[in-house]
């Protein structure tokens, strides 16, 4: 089993920036990527930004410019710092681990989510 913790939600001003912090512990073997989603409120859970452990980035459009992801393999942390926030990002953020076991079958685990709110 895999627990992904996620932490650094909360109630920030448009424009304002937050750091999101994702540690996953457990049987962790050869990652594939790790990720992170939003599921605003009425609305299906969507694709934010990824990072392989070589460090190669993906990113939504809308996100593009104003958040960056990172991670430290060796503590099986990724975080995403969030700049020039915007009402439409208000959300519950989701980390996402995606590993291959040795039969190269694919195991996907998520976080609890961490609600952020960008509001005056």
């Known amino acids: 089993q895999v627990q992904l913790v996620e932490s650094g939600g909360g109630l920030v001003l448009p424009g304002g920036s937050l750091r999101l912090s994702c540690s996953a512990s457990?049987?962790?073997?050869?990652?594939?990527?790790m990720a992170w989603y939003r599921q605003a409120p009425g609305k299906q859970r969507e694709y934010v930004a990824a990072?392989?452990?070589?460090?190669?980035?993906n990113y939504a459009d809308s996100v593009k410019g104003r958040f960056a992801i990172s991670t430290d393999n060796a503590k099986n942390t990724v975080w995403q710092q969030m700049n020039s926030l915007k009402p439409e990002d208000t959300a519950v953020y989701y980390c996402?681990?995606?590993?291959?076991?040795?039969?190269?079958?694919?195991?996907?685990?998520w976080g609890q989510g961490t609600q952020i709110t960008v509001s005056t």
């Open positions: 990072i392989s452990p070589a460090g190669t980035t």
């Open positions: 996402k681990i995606l590993m291959y076991n040795p039969q190269s079958m694919p195991y996907a685990y």
């Open positions: 457990g049987s962790i073997f050869n990652i594939d990527h």
